[in-house]
């Protein structure tokens, strides 16, 4: 069983950058997505990562002002986001998969899962 547990949120201007960082409770190497749900809509997908970190793949919402990066080394998935928007307000999650080779953007592609953190961008 993998624990993953997300961090880095919090209240930001529009405009301004941040970095969230997923935790896993043992190795890595595991492909790894992000996904985001703002209030009354449904959970979506943010960016996805394979397992060697080769590959990567965005949703056009993101795309061009987002990374999705592994540290290896401290067990840690990231994202970053620039030129943050009111609307990317939304709570991140990161999910991963214990096996794979493709880039997965369904919630469905997932098994494990962690609590979320609340990213709030102000106008």
């Known amino acids: 069983q993998v624990q993953l547990a997300e961090s880095g949120g919090g209240l930001l201007q529009a405009g301004a950058s941040l970095r969230l960082s997923c935790a896993y409770s043992?190795?890595?190497?595991?492909?790894t997505g992000w996904f985001r749900q703002a209030p009354g809509k449904e959970r979506e997908f943010v960016a996805a990562i394979t397992w060697t970190g080769a590959r990567t793949l965005y949703a056009d919402s993101v795309k061009g002002r987002s990374t999705i990066s592994f540290d290896y080394a401290k067990n840690m998935v990231y994202l970053e986001m620039n030129s943050l928007r009111p609307e990317d307000t939304a709570v991140y999650y990161c999910a991963a998969r214990p096996r794979g080779l493709l880039l997965y953007d369904r919630e469905n592609d997932y098994y494990w899962w962690g609590q979320g953190t609340q990213v709030t961008v102000s106008s």
């Open positions: 043992g190795r890595t190497e595991y492909p």
